[in-house]
């Protein structure tokens, strides 16, 4: 498994998540994630020493809603 120690998704902090688990997940588990995205780290690998497959769980109506409300949120704090 790929290394995960210190992982820090510096600003996407609340619209990119880390997920580490030993459970198997299905799409269902992430529904009304308000989180654009969410890494399994635990299924992230580097394969061959020269490609990385990245593992990412989303819902995409959800998350993508949480980010036009970002949006407008920013658009209305403009002077």
Do not use: C
């Not at 990119?16 to 308000?34: E, Y």
Request: aromatic share 6%; hydrophobic share 40%.
């Amino acid at each position: 498994p790929a290394e995960h120690h210190g992982v820090r998704p510096l600003h996407l902090v609340g619209q990119l998540g880390q997920h580490v688990t030993t459970a198997a997940n299905v799409s269902v588990d992430f529904n009304h994630d308000p989180r654009s995205s969410v890494v399994a780290l635990d299924q992230t690998r580097v394969m061959e020493g020269t490609m990385v497959r990245i593992l990412s769980w989303y819902d995409n109506e959800w998350g993508f809603s949480n980010r036009m409300l970002d949006t407008a949120a920013k658009i209305g704090s403009l002077d």
